[in-house]
């Protein structure tokens, strides 16, 4: 029984930044990758940012420059620094945690939290 509970969304406008973060909780032994999609209206959903436990990043390669993805083990949290937004960065941003808790491994996704880029 894993949560993860997102924030930090919201309307910006183009060149602005936001931070998100999404903090796990419940029965975490330990969690190997935390990250970040995105669904824009009327788009698939697709990865902008993830983070293994040792360090290791992935961008989109839209973001690559702009977004500084980072975690804190120690909180089981992860953030999304999101600078020099554009309006195409809009849409619904979805946190997920890969795992393992005390009965089993477990996939996990935040609510998701708006970010809406424009003038």
């Known amino acids: 029984q894993v949560q993860l509970v997102e924030s930090g969304g919201g309307l910006v406008q183009p060149g602005g930044s936001l931070r998100l973060s999404c903090a796990a909780s419940?029965?975490?032994?330990?969690?190997?990758?935390m990250g970040w999609y995105r669904q824009a209206p009327g788009k698939e959903r697709s990865l902008v940012a993830a983070?293994?436990?040792?360090?290791?990043?992935n961008y989109a390669d839209s973001v690559k420059g702009r977004f500084t993805i980072s975690r804190d083990n120690a909180k089981n949290t992860v953030y999304l620094q999101m600078n020099s937004l554009k309006p195409e960065d809009t849409g619904v941003y979805y946190c997920?945690?890969?795992?393992?808790?005390?009965?089993?491994?477990?996939?996990?996704w935040g609510q998701g939290t708006q970010v809406t880029v424009s003038s």
């Open positions: 997920y945690a890969v795992g393992h808790g005390s009965t089993g491994p477990f996939n996990a």
């Open positions: 419940g029965s975490i032994f330990s969690i190997s990758q």
């Open positions: 983070q293994t436990s040792g360090g290791t990043t």
